[in-house]
């Protein structure tokens, strides 16, 4: 029965409106059918509900989901996740599934290796997603600028830890602040040129002005692939200001990273092997299921030193050998083999066909700012990846009006996109192809969609 349901979604996603009607009374209503005091069969369980979650989520597989950085899952994608609930291997111990332990370390390897770092220098681990692995790398940068906050805290730094990122950078920086105990006062945002991207001039000032002040910088992160607009930072000019002021520089390449697997878009990422550690996630651009991140590190050493406890209750059959247990390598303690399924379909697929789909979606979204432009509408961000940013050529929106549209859009049930603010104060619409099986007809229909949608308004 659980096989005829996949089948069944995975052949008609495409049928399917991608958004629900949102309705939280009914969905409150649909869950008291279920009793815990008088529970169902199996079978019944698993047809109801599965049913039911049909009818009421945005269906991120389907290929007309111009959403956010949610892609379709690969048929091995969805087969790794499987075997990893089934067999359940714990990763906290090495001894306790070496294979697996073994296998996402060379994902890790490999992966630093195209991004441009040593493999016989990388470190890094498998993470929950780009939260977990921005926040990995907070506390790295931290640690290896001030060891002492491992047993003293932050009280024994004795002065005032400022990072930087850019205004259009991701929000888990933020949380990352607030989690390490640093407080959202150290994220110092630089402003945005008005081609998105960090103003290098701006950093280079404000990394003086906070040194007059008081502060101590310690971290700088550079974005490749902003959530908004899709934009990289200069990473190279990045890394060279880094350097200069002895910080960690970070590359935050969750969605824009597995770019350097074309090689027509690989100069987008110039700068990112000067990293000193990289988020990626391929629960984003690799199409395997959520949650997968990665974090990479050229500082070997940094993570043991990081995340390293004694215990006297974990597994010691490995104690003789030359291996690290995952629990004092990382922020997680017990958790999935998260990396399985990402090995799978990189195993079947290959780096070539990686490359394919990459490439595909890039034209899919070359195809999108075309389309878009012969239909009245202008293209606002600049970026050779696929997130499109656009507002009417004729007239002046505000947001509340690209909101009308977007709605009108999404209720139509025919695509799915949003509303987003460039920064900071130009509204626009954005369509970001994340889908392996969206093609130039499913485009048609968005902008067939668009259209209808603008008229209406």
Known sequence: ELVAQAEEYIEGVESLPVAPVLDQAKLQQLLDTFSFDDPGTPIDVLRRFTGELKKHQVHTPHPSYFGLFNPAPSFMGIIGDSITATLNPQLAGWSHSPLAVETERRLIEAFAEKLGLARDETDGCMTSGGAEANLTALLCALVDRWPGV???????????????????SHH??????????????????????????MDVALLRMAIEEDRELGYEPFLIVGTAGTTGAGVVDPLAELADIARANRLWFHVDAAWGGPAILVPELRPVLAGIENADSITLDPHKQLSVPMGAGMFMTRRRGILGKTFSVSTTYMPKEAERLAVADPFVHSLQWSRRFIGLKLFMTLATVGWAGYSAILR?????????????????????????????CFTPSDQTWDMATHQRVSDAVVKSGSAWISTILLGGSVPALRACITNYRTQPEHIEKLVTALTKARELN
């Open 150 to 168: 491992l047993d003293q805290g932050l009280q024994s730094i004795g002065a005032r830890p400022v990072f930087y990122a850019s205004s259009e």
């Open 172 to 197: 888990s920086f933020l949380k990352a602040a607030r989690t390490a105990g640093l407080g959202a006062a150290a994220l110092h945002l630089i402003p945005a040129t008005d081609k998105l991207t």
């Open 360 to 388: 595909h979606q890039a034209e899919m979204g070359d195809l999108l700012r075309d389309r878009l432009r012969a239909n009245g509408w202008t293209i606002v961000n600049q970026t050779r990846l696929p997130v499109v």
